[in-house]
DNA sequence: TCATAACTAGACTTTACATCA
DNA sequence: AGTGATGTAAAGTCTAGTTAT
């Protein structure tokens, strides 16, 4: 007897995502015909040193051309046609005015819309890349200050060198004498608690790039009067969360898929065993004509149909069973349709 | 206890420089 | 002397994991 089952539509895998480069694509859920309801990009694990390169040199260039960075978007899903840009997020304080004194910190909605004028013109030209980072009182950028104090270099060589020239600030409020003991290497490290607008501008970026190269990493670090490691640390740590919740989103997915299997199992199984008994109950059913078998999607019972074929009454005759075949609906939908095809290919039944 | 800033280690790429055919 | 290939060290950035606040 050779038995050979399908599960799932002809020509498609099981797990179309595998094969697919790290996009954002729409998770259905399995056999279920139910949309998950959330979007996620799946990586394909660690984009290599030299994809990283190539992309920062795109955007150095100007380019468009690459694919967007890997995003998690828990919320119900609306896919954004390519091309167009993304809708805008959803921040209260865009909305709200802050004032634009020197010195004073404008909030992230000016912010950012400075900061990407800044990012947009060293993509364009490094001159005035340069320009927009120098501290100069009349620059643009310098419009965005915050009301920090300024305090002394890095706390190691690497800091030291990563800083280079620009002013290192804090807010003062979070400054005593010993902290600045610690701060310089009588201790051990100072942890520094973002503020809510430096956090948001960070986000902000973090949904434009997920990556930054140096100048945007000093323009941002000046813009937010950080240090440039700081801005790399939070980038780092952020990119660190992103890839955990996408794990943690990746593994419910997969759970229900299992889930799925699981119940699509256990019905193949059970017609199987239908499938035996009617073979039993006809025990002359190889004279007859072959026999094909189709199963409502919606109620699951097998309707049995017979066709008159010229190998009807050989000893190979072939019954056919077709399950949860809705295709009439499914070129209408985006759901996914489990077709299974149970193929009995006889010789010893 | 949790969130997260900061750190470390190791891997990798790029770049500059030296050497050699 | 000029040139291309090759090796090497330094610098920079990344991820993964850990520590500290």
Same mark, same amino acid.
Not at 87 to 95: D, E, K, N, T
Not at 98 to 105: A, D, P, W
Not at 271 to 284: D, G, H, N, V, Y
Not at 292 to 298: E, G, I, K
């Given at each position: 007897m050779?038995?050979?089952?399908?599960?799932?539509?002809?020509?498609?895998?099981?797990?179309?995502?595998?094969?697919?480069?790290?996009?954002?694509l729409?998770v259905h859920?399995?056999? %279920?015909?139910?949309?998950?309801g959330?979007?996620?990009?799946?990586?394909g694990? /660690?984009?290599?040193e030299?994809? +990283?390169q190539?992309?920062?040199?795109?955007?150095r260039? %100007?380019?468009?051309?690459?694919?967007?960075?890997? &995003?998690?978007?828990?919320?119900?899903?609306?896919?954004?046609? *390519?091309? &167009?840009?993304p809708? &805008?997020?959803?921040?209260?304080?865009?909305?709200q =005015?802050?004032?634009?004194?020197?010195?004073?910190? =404008?909030?992230?909605?000016?912010?950012?819309e400075? +900061?990407?004028?800044?990012?947009?013109?060293?993509?364009?030209e490094?001159?005035?890349?340069?320009?927009?980072?120098?501290?100069?009182?009349?620059s643009?950028?310098?419009?965005?200050?915050?009301?920090?104090?300024? $305090? /002394?270099?890095?706390? =190691?060589?690497r800091?030291?060198?990563?800083?280079?020239?620009?002013?290192?600030t804090?807010?003062?409020s979070?400054r005593?004498?010993?902290?600045e003991?610690?701060?310089?290497?009588?201790?051990?490290?100072?942890?520094?608690?973002? @503020?809510?607008?430096q956090?948001?501008?960070?986000e902000?970026s973090?949904k434009? +790039? +997920?990556?930054?190269?140096?100048?945007?990493?000093?323009?941002?670090?000046?813009?937010?009067?950080?240090?440039?490691r700081?801005?790399?640390?939070?980038?780092?740590?952020?990119?660190? *969360? !992103?890839?955990?919740?996408? @794990?943690?989103?990746?593994?419910? $997915?997969?759970?229900?898929?299992?889930?799925?299997?699981?119940?699509?199992n256990?019905r193949?199984?059970k017609?199987? &065993?239908?499938? /035996?008994?009617?073979?039993?109950?006809?025990?002359?059913y190889?004279?007859?004509p072959?026999? @094909?078998? #189709?199963?409502?999607?919606?109620?699951?019972?097998v309707?049995?149909?017979t066709t008159?074929t010229p !190998?009807?009454? @050989?000893?190979?005759a #072939?019954?056919?069973?077709?399950?949860?075949?809705?295709?009439?609906?499914?070129?209408?939908?985006?759901?996914?349709t489990?077709?299974? #095809?149970?193929?009995?290919?006889?010789?010893?039944?």
């Open positions: 050779e038995l050979a089952l399908s599960l799932g539509e002809a020509q498609k895998p099981l797990f179309p995502f595998l094969d697919k480069s790290p996009q954002q729409m859920a399995g056999g %279920g015909n139910k949309d998950l959330f979007c996620m990009g799946l990586g694990g /660690r984009r290599s030299k994809d +990283h190539s992309n920062e040199d795109e955007r260039s %100007g380019s468009s051309s690459s694919d967007p960075p890997v &995003q998690l978007d828990l919320l119900p899903f609306s896919p954004v046609p *390519r091309g &167009q840009p809708a &805008q997020p959803r921040f209260p304080w865009l909305a =005015n802050f004032t634009s004194e020197q010195g004073s910190f =404008n909030g992230p909605a000016k912010g950012l400075v +900061h990407r004028k800044s990012l947009a013109a060293e993509e364009t490094d001159g005035a890349a340069a320009a927009a980072m120098s501290s100069s009182p009349n643009t950028a310098s419009s965005f200050q915050m009301d920090f104090a300024v $305090y /002394r270099s890095g706390r =190691n060589k800091d030291f060198e990563a800083g280079n020239n620009e002013v290192e804090e807010r003062a979070s005593n004498g010993s902290d003991e610690l701060e310089n290497g009588l201790g051990g490290r100072k942890k520094l608690r973002l @503020t809510k607008d956090s948001a501008f960070l902000e973090f434009e +790039h +997920h990556t930054l190269n140096p100048k945007q990493k000093l323009a941002l670090a000046n813009q937010l009067n950080l240090r440039p700081q801005v790399e640390v939070w980038f780092q740590n952020r990119r660190a *969360r !992103t890839k955990l919740k996408q @794990t943690e989103v990746d593994c419910e $997915y997969l759970k229900r898929c299992c889930e799925n299997l699981t119940e699509e256990r193949l199984h017609e199987l &065993q239908e499938l /035996r008994a009617l073979k039993t109950s006809q025990p002359f190889m004279q007859l072959a026999t @094909t078998l #189709t199963m409502c999607p919606s109620c699951e019972r309707v049995t149909t008159v !190998t009807a009454a @050989t000893a190979t #072939t019954t056919t069973t077709t399950m949860a075949a809705a295709t009439a609906t499914a070129a209408a939908s985006t759901t996914t489990t077709s299974t #095809t149970l193929t009995l290919a006889k010789a010893g039944i």
